[in-house]
């Protein structure tokens, strides 16, 4: 058996990772535990538990049932952590610190045995401007955000748990995930996928930027199976450089734009209003463009190719599931 | 008055720091605090403190004195961080972070006023290998010691609360320090200052690696300069980078002979033994080796230029001084 816990288990990529995991013969006899701090829905044949996972005694609690593998993806969103610095710093570093020290009672208690996975969902926002035209692999990390700011600690903290062998971690650095489903959300970058989406469910779209703006996307589908494809990683290949940034597609708005009108016509494209705003046109401008994962590309880590591609996954898995 | 809190004051580089910010006109009217948990010897007239950094009452009383300049060079040295990782992870990890909520808490108190420059000191044990010839501003930090992951997610913290304009920080990756007086400590580190400060002191000195061995360099002279310069630096000049690579000198232990030889003499370099330490020799093999610190050059930090402005300095300083 491989107890799997799923800390964020009810946000949209816990989701699609738990139906990854369930769906496909990944983990031996898996046995999979969705943590978080409520489900509005969850429709599938798994273990729910909710708590605060900046309690320590709840890290206690999650640790002491010794999960073979943990997806760590519970975190306050970018937007949430930069107005409320405090619950940002709490949910996004701290609940990791207390997290690790659990699981490091765990590792001391069975004799060092004990020695769990845990893939960390960790962000392009550890990165700041200035950018080259695409970030490397030893591209500084020097984040203009709180939430950036508590992500790149947190890669400090699972690198240097892992390397004195408390546990076997790695943090991914995910791309910007689109077309994400349902409804749009107050995160700044929202609209990347909400002109693909709501036009594509006879909505009307907001773009508030230039068409010239270029980012780097990966489907949903793509973000579960960098999951598990890291779960499942030799950690011996990545020499203690244990934060990977992972593959993505650098594309404009102007080429998603392009990519709805091959797949669902011009009618669609009409759907998508241009409102310039400020706030999120400077916020934007902050974010990097592109990449050159290569140490992800060798690993075996992959993501589409094309912004086809992506727009196709969302009508596969999500609107005609 | 300028109220200055010099963390760590009982330390080597804390006594140079505050007998520069005595001995010259930096300040106006510096009234200075040297806290540290015991001092050894402190002859400077400057009130002392002691207590335990890492409690987090300790932080609220040292921040409601309102410093207007804080130097934190309190820490637990590489080797001790590595050895004891919990007192490591508290004192060069979770102080700071007690520590600027403390700092954030006046600031709020004071409706927003109060926002103390802090100098913090980190080291180029941020860094790990494989590394490229010179290290530039924008390389990647992925420290491989308990101590180096600490310094860098201080630097995370630092640049965070300044970010928010509760603090006013600058986080300064010190090459190592040499010509480090006093007595021989049990850092790795240790040698680089031996194999010069025992010989001009008429006794032998073991040097456990080759002599091709190169390192990164300033004494503690252009330490404590690097600190006052930071001290007053126009932070608005940073652009959000608040982690500086700092100016050295890049030689190998063969030119830091030469150099000894050139200042004191074949008698003097004939007290050097050459016993090679296996773990010493993999520890050193870690390190960096040169930079390209062309940002802190610009901001007006210097360091030495040969290795034998670096012996003349602990000559003048230390030894006859």
């Known amino acids: 058996m ?16 738990a139906q990854r995991i369930l769906g496909q013969d990944i983990f031996a006899n898996a046995e999979v535990t969705l943590f978080d701090r409520t489900f509005s829905s969850n429709d599938l044949a798994v273990k729910t538990k909710t708590g605060d996972i900046c309690d320590p005694n709840t890290a206690k609690e999650l640790a002491s049932a010794r999960p073979d593998v943990i997806f760590h993806l519970a975190a306050i969103v970018s937007g949430q952590a930069e107005a409320e610095f405090d619950l940002g710093w709490d949910v996004n570093m701290m609940a990791m610190w207390h997290l690790l020290g659990a699981l490091r009672t765990e590792h001391d208690k069975s004799g060092g045995t004990y020695r769990p996975r845990m893939v960390f969902t960790s962000s392009i926002a550890v990165f700041g401007g200035p950018f080259p035209d695409k970030i490397s692999d030893v591209f500084l990390s020097a984040p203009q955000t709180s939430y950036g700011a508590q992500k790149a600690a947190c890669e400090l903290l699972v690198t240097d748990f892992s390397r004195k062998g408390f546990i076997d971690g790695i943090s991914l650095r995910l791309p910007t995930i689109c077309v994400r489903p349902g409804k749009a959300n107050a995160a700044a970058s929202s609209f ?57 597609l650098s594309c404009t708005v102007a080429e998603q734009i392009e990519a709805l009108r091959t797949v669902a016509g011009q009618d669609a494209v009409n759907r998508i209003k241009h409102v310039p705003d400020e706030t999120i046109i400077r916020i934007v401008d902050g974010w990097p463009r592109n990449f050159a994962p290569e140490r992800a590309i060798e690993l075996g880590f992959k993501a589409e ?11 596969e898995d999500d609107l005609h599931p």
């Open 2 to 17: 491989t107890k799997i816990l799923i800390l964020g288990g009810g946000g949209m990529i816990g989701q699609k990772l």
């Open 192 to 248: 990347f996928s909400g002109i693909i989406r709501e036009p594509l469910n006879g909505k009307d779209a907001i773009l508030p930027v230039a068409d010239t703006v270029r980012h780097w996307h990966a489907s949903p589908r793509a973000a579960a199976k960098f999951l598990t494809h890291a779960a499942k990683l030799d950690t011996e290949q990545l020499e203690g450089r244990r934060a990977l940034n992972l593959p993505g």
């Open 305 to 315: 190719q094309t912004f086809d591609e992506i727009i196709k996954v969302y009508i």
